[in-house]
Each structure stands twice: as structure tokens, then as C-alpha cells.
């Protein structure tokens, strides 16, 4: 009985087998289905989650990999980009009136012409911006340590100009350039600050409106007022004020155009001068004159 019990359940188990693997089959079949489904499902999230991510952050890593298949091409635009004055950006005047007043008392300095171009077109006032957002401007480089005696002695001593034109070489084509003195604990930055804003408050006093709307007669009434050490300032003396713009100003008109003044070499032009050169070995056995084209530091840089 057991025998037999055992054949028949042998042969019941082996007679289900076979339904038991159909079955199996169309699970493994149905699982495959599912899963072939459901990675589609998930595929199709992700990238939709990526479309969404790439439009919402605007420029992730996962929507802009997921999303440029979905961007039709476009022809690269070919027209050159509108010329930018890189220059022409303030570093060191956070008040725009500062460097306004600045701009229109480096134009009285030098105006503008029948020979060419004024101090505010050819980029003066970003250049000496610049000068003063470096170590030049904070005196990073110079003893300034007490003491800073301020008495009459110091005051003749900061009204004296040192006539940089009248010494040296090439004394027959310098500019009166009078060197700044001065006693103080104010760096360069600091008198400027300090005196363009003087500037406003004495055109105020003289002619009830600021610096930068009075008539230009009116302007150059107020600068010679600091030319003459006239106007009374604060820790500097406007004798020294002045002698800094003035310097400055001439030098931001002919100093290189990678400092930030002389704007395409149009001060050089005026003056014919070639901007610096390697060498002349090519032209100097030349008996013909020769006219050079200016060049820039950055002509030698490309």
C-alpha cells in the first residue's frame, strides 16, 4: 500500500509538473513584461523629471543632458557682438556724484578741442578709478608713519610745486607736471574723496548749486580757488588735492590704453607719437621719414 501510495503520489506529483512549469512560464513571462513596462515607466519619469528640472534650475547638469535631445538645432548666429568697453567700468567711486564731479574737473584740466579729444573721452576718469583701487591709491608701497606735523612750516613746505618739466631729460616736451607734497595720514584715495567733494560744497557756497551743474567758467573759478591753496580742507591741503588731480589727469591722457586712459591711442595721435616699440633695426637706416601707426602694450600680447 505504501508502494503504490508512493507511486501514485509520484505519478500525481510528476503528472502536475508539467502545469506547475506552464504556470512558472507565463509568471516569468508576465514578470518580464512588467518590468519591461514598469523600466519604461521609469525612463519616461526621469526624463520628464528632467525636462522639469532643466526649465525650473535653468541650466542643471541632469535637465540639460536629458533636454538638449529634445532642442531642436538653430543656425549659430555669425554677426559680431557690439563693441564693450571693458574699461569703462567704475572700481573704486561707489557714489556716481563723486565720479562725475571727478570726470568734469578732469575735463577742465583737459578739454576738448579743435586738436582732438577731452580728458572724459579719452577715458581719464576710469583711469585714475583704477589707479586708486590699487596699492597706488591705498599708498601701500609708501612710508606713511607718524609724525605729521601740521604747522606753518608743513603748510609752505605742501604749497611748494616741484616742476617735473624743467628737470630731467626730454625737458622740451614734458607737460608742467608739479609734483604733490604732503603731510598726512590720508592716502591717495582718501584726498580725492576728500577733495571732490570740497569741490561740490565750496560751488555751493559761491554759487548755490554743486559742481557738477555749474557753468564751466564757474567750475574753473572753483578749481583755481584750490589751485591757489585758497580753500581749506580736511587733514590735506588743496594745494596738494589740486597738484594730484592735475598729475593724474595728464597722466591718464597719455599713459598706455591698457591702464585704462588714452582711448585708442587718440592722445598719442595728437601727438604722433608711436607707442612703444621692440625695435627700430628695420627703419633706422632709413633716410625717408617714417610714419609708424601707434601700437599699444596689447598690440604685442594677441
Do not use: C
Not at 88 to 99: G, I, L, N
Amino acid at each position: 500500500m505504501s508502494d503504490h501510495t508512493n507511486d501514485n503520489n509520484g505519478k500525481s506529483s510528476s503528472s502536475n509538473k508539467p502545469e506547475e512549469t506552464n504556470n512558472s512560464k507565463g509568471k516569468v513571462h508576465n514578470d518580464e513584461d512588467s518590468m519591461q513596462s514598469e523600466g519604461i515607466s521609469r525612463r519616461r519619469f526621469i526624463k520628464n523629471t528632467g525636462i522639469l528640472a532643466g526649465g525650473v534650475v535653468g541650466g542643471s547638469l541632469l535637465g540639460g543632458l536629458l533636454t538638449n535631445q529634445f532642442q531642436s538645432k538653430q543656425t549659430p548666429d555669425t554677426k559680431a557682438p557690439p563693441e564693450q568697453h571693458f574699461q569703462e567700468a567704475r572700481v573704486f567711486f561707489s557714489r556716481k556724484e563723486d565720479f562725475e564731479t571727478l570726470s568734469l574737473a578732469t575735463e577742465r584740466i583737459f578739454p576738448e578741442d579743435e586738436n582732438g579729444p577731452g580728458a572724459i573721452e579719452l577715458g581719464v576718469p576710469y583711469f585714475i578709478d583704477k589707479q586708486l583701487a590699487g596699492s597706488w591709491g591705498t599708498n601701500a608701497k609708501e612710508y606713511m608713519r607718524d609724525p605729521f606735523h601740521q604747522n606753518e612750516q608743513t603748510y609752505e613746505y605742501q604749497h611748494k610745486d616741484s616742476e617735473q618739466d624743467k628737470s630731467g631729460p626730454n625737458t622740451s616736451t614734458k607737460a608742467p607736471t608739479p609734483t604733490p607734497r604732503y603731510q598726512t595720514r590720508m592716502n591717495r584715495g582718501e584726498v580725492f574723496i576728500e577733495g571732490l567733494r570740497r569741490m561740490n560744497e565750496v560751488s555751493e557756497e559761491k554759487f548755490n548749486v554743486k559742481f557738477t551743474k555749474a557753468e564751466e567758467n564757474q567750475q574753473i573759478e572753483v578749481m583755481k580757488a584750490f589751485e591757489n591753496g585758497e580753500v581749506e580742507m580736511t587733514g590735506v591741503a588743496a594745494v596738494t588735492y589740486f597738484n594730484l588731480l592735475f598729475q593724474t589727469t595728464i597722466e591718464g591722457v597719455y599713459a598706455d590704453p591698457v591702464y585704462g586712459g588714452n582711448k585708442n591711442m587718440m592722445a598719442w595721435k595728437m601727438k604722433e607719437y608711436p607707442g612703444p616699440r621692440m625695435a627700430y633695426i628695420n627703419d633706422i637706416e632709413k633716410e625717408e621719414f617714417i610714419v609708424m601707426e601707434p601700437k599699444s602694450l596689447r598690440d604685442y600680447q594677441t
